[in-house]
């Protein structure tokens, strides 16, 4: 069974956001880039207002040392 690649990308983004390097889902975003994810599914995450807010809250409380 194949890992679907939109999952894959979400559970990045989510790890990205954990390290604490990260502001906010717009640099997890670029992050994703430069690891080679492909836009058109960073796009469909950034589209999931969910997602994104639940991403950006990640990344103030890995920033804050919460997590």
Request: hydrophobic content about 45%; overall charge positive; aromatic content about 12%.
């Amino acid at each position: 069974m194949t890992e679907n690649p939109f999952f894959t990308l979400r559970d990045r983004a989510y790890q990205l956001a954990d390290t604490g390097k990260y502001k906010r889902w717009d640099d997890v975003a670029y992050a994703l880039r430069a690891e080679g994810f492909l836009d058109a599914l960073i796009a469909r995450l950034h589209y999931d207002k969910l997602a994104v807010m639940m991403i950006t809250r990640c990344c103030a409380k890995a920033r804050r040392g919460a997590s």
